[in-house]
């Protein structure tokens, strides 16, 4: 008897050391929707406008092209974080030649992402993902000159673990992050992204628009969207 329960007991150990084993953190597994592995890439379809007030009437400059964004490499930074080179290419429409277009890092922890574009770092995702959970996502922005509009803004998740479809790209889960939405009869401020567990970012869109009266068009700014082509990962 005392064989018996004892092997009884060995057994129950073996299968609580196995369900342990295969718990993962939340914050880790909300981390998928930022993955991150050598040779993923995503190919978006961009859509811009620009309006220069300069011009008497204002100048209009609307843009289509593919950016693709390649994670290309990886590297130490100066306090010896992993870093991820995020190469991105583009091309006029799909006849054309990728063209190398600029380069951007990522820096991803176990409670946030830190992505730097254009020499702007931005806390891109903070982990567990919680409806309405809020962070300061410009922090490390010295928001002024042409850029102070990018000041104090409080990212907020916003539907979060729900399907989704893009581009005829079905998703199971995924999440929105509105940077900033602040909207007047005068301008218009709105930034927001969209991100698939397992893929990455499959939407964004950016509006800083103004106009000097509200039954005049938007004078000065520029919007920008982009939508998910396709992808590997």
């Not at 597994?29 to 009437?57: A, C, H, K, Q, T």
């Not at 490390?140 to 990212?155: C, R, T």
């Not at 930034?191 to 567990?197: D, G, I, T």
């Amino acid at each position: 008897i005392s064989y018996f329960f004892l092997t009884l007991i060995l057994l129950i150990m073996t299968y609580m050391s196995c369900k342990k084993e295969e718990y993962i953190p939340k914050s880790l597994s909300d981390g998928r929707y930022f993955p991150m592995s050598l040779g993923n890439w995503i190919i978006y379809e961009v859509d811009s406008v620009y309006y220069d007030d300069f011009f008497e009437p204002t100048k209009i400059d609307t843009t289509y092209y593919h950016i693709k964004e390649v994670v290309a490499d990886t590297f130490r930074d100066l306090p010896g974080n992993l870093t991820y080179r995020i190469e991105r290419f583009r091309r006029e429409d799909s006849s054309q030649s990728w063209v190398l277009y600029n380069v951007w890092t990522v820096n991803k922890f176990e409670r946030l992402v830190e992505r730097t574009e254009q020499n702007l770092r931005y806390i891109k995702m903070v982990f567990p993902i919680d409806e309405y959970k809020s962070w300061k996502g410009n922090t490390y922005i010295n928001a002024s000159g042409n850029i102070d509009y990018m000041d104090g803004w409080d990212y907020i998740y916003s539907d979060i673990h729900k399907k989704d479809t893009v581009n005829s790209l079905n998703f199971d889960s995924t999440v929105f992050i509105i940077q900033k939405d602040d909207i007047s009869l005068i301008r218009k401020d709105y930034f927001v992204e969209q991100y698939a567990k397992g893929v990455g970012m499959i939407y964004k869109e950016a509006s800083h628009l103004s106009k000097q009266n509200i039954n005049e068009e938007w004078q000065s700014g520029f919007y920008i969207k982009y939508q998910i082509l396709d992808y590997k990962n």
